[in-house]
């Protein structure tokens, strides 16, 4: 009953302190989520903690698949792609717990919510900052490993592929990272959620990236290309609509 | 807790004798499969428990809509009954497609899209609950199930398109089987057997799903009375 | 008809999975629910002691 009813006054106050700045939505928005983008970056460019954690990982990673796969010259045309991937996806799980994970033990998060900006604000922030260093990791590990490995990485449409797919693990995976976060087994939980969930945009960006490494013809890495922008656009959709059920107290 | 209304005692019942009429189809009446032999009569029952998984899953991502919006418990609940049914079915769909494969395609797994899909699915629903699990306030339990009902909702059918396309490209040493198996033909017998066996799982399914909402309100009861007491 | 497999095992056990996965999941259910009810009467029984004790 009194649930019900703190939950009718939580509505009611809500819908207040949007309504009147409504108008004036739009600018405020985008002024907001870079103001968080800035504090994100600027927090990590001062200790490197969340990228360089990631990229040592990465690096890690790729070393254990060396011996685990014997990358010899004939294997490794077929699983490099596969091999980049799984260390995106296992570094990026790294990066998305510890950003939301500081947010929250520093109370950050609760000084967000109550700060008067757009709750889609904080998602699209923390997104494009968690994009970030993802992408950071990216840029570092492609060059390591065309060097290990005498690939060439340094290709425009692979770097495309790479980006698209990195912003639909991104996007659902600060949605659930926020979910996450907020549960008792918390950084144990974030892998069991966002990998079923992200196995679509995971498998297109794989075919994409091997379609290209082994010098497809081009139709066939068309259908994955335009699965991960589906992806993209519906996944960034969803978790927009969804993010405020998500941090709501 | 009130006692069982009539109406649950008449569908379990009803529940009870159609199962046992569509054993009985599957079994008996259902001619016997020339290529694959007697095991081709797990099929009915792996159809029928596939397509009872699949509507969960779609119920289950529609009442996390529905409680997003309305923010009613009720339908936290059913949502809870159907995925916790869904992964039932789900687990027989599996393991019965698995003993179907291993004499049809002389392999126990194939990476076909819709044993993946499903295996993906059974992952999804296994995470649900230990998403739920973690979450002591219910309330919020109940809303980030429903996110997370949502979004596999939204990509299970993605799945399946991405495993789907990529085979069609890139033809499977068990493609040439599959397309056998999507040719079996089925005579008329072996259709009431099919069709029987759906409509029995859907019966099974609704009876199974309220027997679950009312094992839900019991928790809740718990819980408010566990409130109530520690205070 | 002649090269028909003897398929009969396979089939025995997939129906044999299929009742006692239902079976296991309708004692669950039922296991559960006299749990859920025990824990209601002790909780109520707590619930009546407790203004008691307090007066």
Request: neutral net charge.
């Amino acid at each position: 009953m009194t649930n019900k009813m703190q939950n009718e006054e939580g509505r009611m106050q809500n819908t207040d302190s949007i309504h009147p700045s409504s108008f004036i939505t739009h600018p405020s928005l985008l002024k907001a989520t870079f103001a968080i983008v800035q504090k994100d970056l600027a927090a990590e460019f001062r200790s490197f903690e969340l990228v360089s954690a990631m990229l040592v990982f990465s690096l890690l990673v790729i070393i254990i698949f060396n011996f685990a796969l014997e990358l010899d010259v004939k294997v490794r045309q077929s699983v490099t792609a596969g091999v980049l991937w799984t260390t995106f996806a296992f570094a990026g799980t790294l990066g998305l717990n510890r950003s939301m994970a500081t947010e929250k033990d520093r109370g950050c998060m609760d000084g967000l919510l109550l700060a008067p900006v757009d709750r889609s604000a904080i998602y699209f922030g923390k997104a494009i900052s968690n994009l970030a260093f993802m992408l950071i990791v990216e840029a570092i590990v492609l060059p390591v490993y065309s060097v290990l490995y005498n690939v060439n990485l340094f290709r425009l449409d692979l770097i495309g592929i790479i980006l698209l797919g990195s912003i639909g693990y991104v996007a659902v995976g600060t949605l659930l990272s926020a979910m996450s976060v907020q549960t008792r087994t918390r950084e144990v939980l974030l892998p069991i959620l966002l990998f079923p969930v992200a196995i679509p945009v995971l498998l297109a960006a794989v075919k994409a990236s091997n379609g290209l490494l082994t010098g497809a013809e081009f139709a066939e890495v068309l259908i994955p290309l335009n699965i991960l922008i589906v992806y993209d656009v519906v996944f960034i959709a969803v978790a927009f609509m969804v993010f405020d059920f998500v941090v709501e107290e | 807790m009130q006692s069982k209304p009539i109406a649950l005692k008449i569908l379990d019942v009803v529940s009870i004798i159609v199962l046992a009429i569509s054993t009985y189809l599957a079994l008996f009446f259902a001619p016997t499969e020339l290529v694959m032999g007697q095991v081709q009569r797990v099929f009915y029952f792996h159809i029928g428990t596939a397509w009872v998984g699949m509507l969960g899953f779609i119920i289950a991502a529609v009442s996390g809509v529905a409680y997003l919006i309305t923010k009613d418990m009720r339908w936290d609940r059913f949502e809870v009954a159907a995925v916790e049914v869904s992964t039932v079915f789900f687990f027989l769909t599996i393991v019965l497609g698995s003993i179907w494969a291993r004499p049809a395609w002389n392999t126990w797994w194939t990476w076909d899209p819709r044993l993946t899909t499903a295996a993906v699915t059974e992952l999804i629903y296994i995470a649900y609950f230990m998403l739920r699990q973690g979450i002591d306030d219910p309330e919020k339990r109940a809303r980030f199930g429903a996110v997370y009902t949502l979004l596999g909702g939204v990509s299970a059918p993605i799945t399946f398109m991405v495993i789907r396309l990529f085979r069609t490209i890139h033809p499977v040493i068990v493609g040439a089987a599959n397309a056998n198996q999507e040719k079996m033909s089925m005579n008329g017998d072996m259709k009431i057997a099919f069709f029987f066996a759906l409509f029995a799982f859907t019966v099974i399914f609704v009876d199974l799903i309220w027997h679950r909402i009312r094992l839900g309100s019991l928790e809740d009861k718990v819980e408010q009375l566990k409130l109530k007491v520690s205070m | 008809m002649e090269n028909t497999p003897d398929t009969s095992t396979y089939m025995i056990a997939g129906f044999a999975v299929s009742f006692i996965t239902m079976g296991i999941y309708i004692v669950s259910l039922y296991i559960r629910s006299l749990n859920l009810k025990r824990d209601i009467e002790t909780l109520e029984s707590m619930q009546d002691e407790k203004p008691k004790s307090q007066k």
